[in-house]
């Protein structure tokens, strides 16, 4: 009997992956992907190469293929998703400007942005539910048009990660809301991208460029001839609009249904609620506005989240970011005084927040280095999962732990406890790519057909004391760092 397969992409901040599911079991039927080449450039700077991602892209689809093998024929459409922000944009032929994509990782519109917060933050929090920060499109466009003059004229297509993929396989220019909203450039109220947003990053022209926005879940274009024998599918393949990859996990896990609170432990501290929405605005770290024009996506985000981890593999010479947490979990909650500021990308509280160890001795260990990492990481997924609540957004006592963080068990453990709750781990699980197929579902009439595997994480009763007095002890030092950090970011100024 023939069983529709549905395939999703995502493209995030470190690799990109394909994943193929089998409509109604929802199960994985074949998966494949890898690292993407990020690099690392001076003041922060962090770029990809356009050629290393249609290798990613067609390394990832191609291995898919090959484990389907005749089933592939069985792909009856196919979506994408990818980290939101960053700067994709393509000159008159379709090339990546510059010869690349910019992450949005990318730290060197910081001052710009710090700039324009104080002349207009409030103003487009009211507008666009965001404050200015370093990774947004608009900032990181004027911060390389500044450097190099020569690029603003041969702009003609603003697009994000996920859009770039489907240009690839379609030659179709387009782009949905809830990306151009997670960027800070689409009008809450209305849904159109913003005027305000673009003249104030000094880019009025910039908005000309701007991608049309369709529905997710909508058919915009198929796998083309010259696709198809790229990236190794069949001709003709449906690709359906997705969305940034944190609605894309909210949708697969039922979250963006139910209500619950979502931390993805992923390069990013991702914390997000689907629910009404609401004036006044709630003062959280953003508000998108996504397909549903009566609900909005609220966010409370930091720059970096298991970046912290992949930082302290590298400096610490471990393995990989596993080998971090697992030598960490040998050392007891706390790292016997030894604190981390997880802040390795920057952060957007304090001001001008950036990482370091403090309490630091003689007798702490590699192993005490890695705990204070993990816990680090731990406690502000949980400032975050903090304010969302205390803004009476998500519903008491659930939250889901997804991304490669959550892979862990120990770590969804260790944010129960810090919470003082139970969470629910989808760590095992490619949600973004879940979530992306659900939207080629969507787009051929199938609906929910592609469900998520999903366990409670308890917390461990016998440290609820610990936990707590843990997190009550790390929200006061990072309050009490907030002059050092204004301090330290003026003298880099």
């Not at 605005?281 to 909005?296: L, Q, T, Y």
């Not at 005490?368 to 304010?387: E, Q, S």
């Not at 969470?423 to 992306?436: F, L, N, Q, S, Y």
């Not at 994480?457 to 760092?481: G, K």
Request: glycine residues 12%; aromatic residues 6%.
């Amino acid at each position: 009997m023939r069983t529709d397969i549905y395939l999703g992409i995502d493209m995030g901040s470190t690799g990109l992956k394909a994943v193929a599911f089998e409509a109604g079991s929802g199960a994985t039927l074949a998966a494949a992907g890898g690292a993407l080449p990020y690099r690392q450039l001076p003041q922060g700077g962090c770029e990809l190469a356009a050629d290393a991602i249609e290798t990613g892209l067609a390394h990832a689809l191609r291995g898919v293929a090959a484990q389907l093998g005749d089933r592939v024929r069985e792909v009856r459409a196919l979506s994408c998703t990818g980290h939101g922000a960053g700067l994709y944009l393509l000159d008159a032929s379709g090339q990546l400007l510059g010869g690349g994509a910019v992450a949005s990782t990318d730290q060197r519109a910081a001052g710009l942005a710090r700039a324009l917060g104080l002349r207009l933050g409030d103003a487009l929090y009211d507008e666009v539910g965001c404050r200015p920060w370093s990774g947004q499109s608009s900032l990181i466009a004027a911060e390389r048009f500044q450097a190099d003059p020569a690029l603003r004229g041969r702009a003609r297509h603003l697009l994000f990660a996920k859009d770039y993929l489907a240009f690839l396989l379609t030659g179709q220019i387009a782009t949905d809301a809830s990306d151009a909203s997670t960027a800070g450039l689409l009008t809450l109220k209305t849904g159109v991208w913003s005027a305000m947003a673009f003249e104030a990053a000094g880019l009025a022209d910039l908005a000309a460029q701007a991608a049309p926005i369709v529905a997710a879940g909508s058919v915009i274009g198929r796998v083309s001839a010259g696709a198809a024998a790229t990236f190794g599918l069949p001709a003709g393949v449906p690709v359906a609009m997705g969305a940034i990859d944190l609605l894309a996990s909210l949708r697969a896990v039922g979250a963006e249904r139910h209500g619950n609170a979502v931390a993805v432990l992923g390069t990013w501290c991702v914390n997000a609620v689907v629910a009404p929405a609401r004036e006044p605005k709630p003062e959280v770290g953003a508000i998108v506005r996504f397909g549903d024009p009566d609900r909005r996506l609220y966010l409370e985000n930091s720059p970096s989240s298991m970046a912290n981890v992949a930082w302290a593999a590298r400096a610490l010479q471990f393995p990989d970011a596993t080998a971090v947490v697992e030598c960490a979990m040998s050392v007891p909650l706390g790292a016997e005084g030894l604190r981390f500021l997880p802040f390795i990308n920057g952060g957007n509280w304090p001001a001008g927040a950036s990482a370091g160890f403090v309490g630091l001795q003689g007798h702490h260990t590699r192993a005490h280095l890695a705990r204070a990492v993990v816990d680090g990481v731990a406690a502000w997924h949980t400032w975050h999962l903090k304010r969302l609540a205390a803004q009476g957004l998500g519903v008491a006592g659930r939250v889901a732990a997804l991304g490669g963080g959550a892979r862990d068990r120990r770590m969804a453990q260790l944010l129960a406890g810090l919470l003082g709750h139970a969470v629910e781990r989808c760590g095992d699980d490619e949600t973004g790519a879940r979530g992306a197929a659900g939207y080629a579902a969507l787009s051929q009439g199938a609906g929910d057909c592609l469900p998520a595997p999903r366990e409670q994480v308890e917390a461990d009763p016998r440290q609820h004391a610990a936990h707590a007095d843990f997190y009550t002890e790390f929200h006061a030092l990072v309050d009490s760092m907030a002059p050092a950090f204004a301090q330290i970011a003026g003298a880099a100024r």
